[in-house]
């Protein structure tokens, strides 16, 4: 049996009402002759995802594939994907998006377009279910969306941007040479802020190699209900804070002076985020406002988790 162009790598946990959407987004592409295969990872899940993506599997043998990965997180997940994808071109997305009809086709154009790339990544756009609110800002991570322009963009050790893994792609023998997904920074069940992406790339740019930014390879995203709420975004922010603080990058750990671990433009910065968030809101600028206090609380999560080391080491 021939082995297919792409992999397409889906890691899913309890969200068994979403899948159908996404399996039939994939099913619906216009490919214009690129061959794919679908691998639907169940991280332990125990709702009904084995017998949905079942229904599939049967209806189109060798297209859907289903794995059962029992160790529980998303690095895991993805990691078991990738050990079963027969394609040269690794694709990673998640359960609640909607790939465009041409995605498939436009992932495989830009590998040919652009040869000494060894990962790619594209739009995530929004689809808001109910009105956006004011404070809402489309650049909080948070919100898990991507839009860095009309232009293709080179992502490297000079111009670090973070490609999400919501619409994400790499040559397969990128993963023989940087390895895969670290858990040690992964989502684990229905957690927030986790740093898998970020971590992988780092190790990529340490290789002197590089990623695209091609805005022709778009999905969208459902806003979920909790996603309009303040109080998801402060929490995403300060785990994502933690995590960071996990992750020693070091572009953040170079400072001139340290206090318990923390370089000192970290609490610069807490302090300059959270001034300019009251400056804002006395303007009249929700938006702007809640979007620096989202960032400051990115710092304190990364001052407590270097605090909480330091002190209970």
């Not at 898990?144 to 000079?158: C, F, H, M, N």
């Not at 590089?210 to 390879?217: F, N």
């Not at 609490?267 to 300059?272: E, G, K």
Request: glycine share 8%; charged share 25%.
């Amino acid at each position: 049996m021939t082995s297919p162009d792409i992999s397409v790598i889906l890691s899913t946990f309890n969200r068994a009402h979403l899948l159908a959407s996404a399996i039939d987004a994939f099913l619906q592409q216009d490919t214009r002759g690129v061959t794919f295969e679908v691998i639907i990872v169940d991280n332990n899940s125990t709702d009904d995802t084995k017998a949905i993506v079942s229904e599939y599997v049967k209806s189109h043998p060798g297209l859907v594939k289903y794995i059962f990965e029992p160790k529980q997180g998303l690095s895991h997940g993805r990691n078991s994907g990738i050990a079963n994808a027969n394609g040269n071109i690794l694709v990673f997305t998640d359960d609640d998006v909607r790939a465009n009809n041409n995605w498939i086709s436009e992932l495989h154009r830009a590998f040919h377009t652009y040869p000494d790339a060894v990962y790619f990544g594209g739009k995530v756009l929004p689809l808001w279910r109910a009105s956006k609110p004011q404070w809402a800002d489309p650049r909080l991570g948070s919100f898990a969306l991507q839009d860095y322009g009309k232009e293709p963009q080179t992502i490297d050790r000079s111009y670090q941007r973070c490609l999400i893994g919501a619409n994400l792609a790499c040559r397969k023998e990128l993963i023989e040479r940087v390895g895969g997904f670290d858990p040690a920074t992964q989502r684990v069940k229905d957690g927030i802020g986790s740093l898998e992406d970020h971590e992988w790339q780092i190790r990529i740019w340490a290789e002197g190699l590089h990623g695209k930014y091609v805005p022709d390879v778009q999905v969208s995203t459902p806003i979920q209900p909790e996603r309009l709420r303040k109080g998801y975004h402060r929490n995403w922010h300060f785990k994502h804070g933690i995590f960071r603080a996990m992750l020693r990058d070091p572009q953040i750990e170079a400072s001139s002076w340290r206090i318990l671990d923390t370089p000192g433009h970290v609490y610069r910065a807490t302090f300059n985020f959270f001034w300019s968030s009251v400056v804002k809101r006395l303007q009249f600028s929700p938006q702007d406002s809640f979007r620096l206090e989202c960032e400051a609380l990115d710092c304190l999560g990364f001052i407590f988790a270097r605090w909480r080391g330091r002190l209970f080491s």
